[in-house]
């Protein structure tokens, strides 16, 4: 798996409708998505958009 300096961490808290959410990178995922927990909870997997530059 390739490490991506350019992407967020693999595990950080975000505040979302005033609620701390834990966002974590499963291990075996290298792309822009991460499971969102509160606390204990899973919510949703979030899968974000990679926009290069230089190609717009």
């Given at each position: 798996?390739?490490?991506?300096?350019?992407?967020?961490?693999?595990?950080?808290?975000?505040?979302?409708?005033e609620?701390?959410?834990?966002?974590v990178?499963?291990?075996?995922?290298?792309?822009?998505?991460?499971?969102?927990?509160?606390?204990?909870?899973?919510?949703?997997?979030?899968?974000?958009?990679?926009?290069?530059?230089?190609t717009?």
């Amino acid at each position: 798996m390739a490490i991506n300096p350019a992407l967020p961490d693999d595990l950080f808290t975000h505040v979302v409708d005033e609620h701390e959410v834990q966002f974590v990178r499963p291990a075996d995922m290298d792309g822009p998505v991460w499971g969102a927990y509160d606390g204990a909870r899973f919510l949703v997997m979030v899968h974000a958009e990679v926009h290069d530059d230089a190609t717009e």
